[in-house]
């Protein structure tokens, strides 16, 4: 069903937050830098806006 979620979709991380992100929208064809805030991001292996993959990521944490 449209709107559903399923499991089998993320993984579940303890104490990941994502707390803000910016800039909020930017061109469909990608190329603009977003700093996302949070917490409990050491270890990340991937970043994703809906399908489509960041190129490149780096994790700046003091946790």
């Known amino acids: 069903m449209a709107g ?4 089998d979709q993320f993984t579940y991380v303890a104490g990941l937050a994502v707390t803000g992100m910016s800039p909020t929208s930017g061109p469909a064809a990608g ?6 805030t949070g917490a409990a991001f050491t270890g990340a292996t991937s ?4 399908a489509t ?3 490149s990521f ?3 944490s003091a946790m």
């Open 58 to 60: 780096t994790v700046d």
């Open 31 to 36: 190329g603009t830098t977003v700093t996302i």
């Open 4 to 7: 559903d979620i399923h499991a």
């Open 47 to 50: 970043v994703s806006f809906g």
């Open 53 to 55: 993959a960041a190129s």
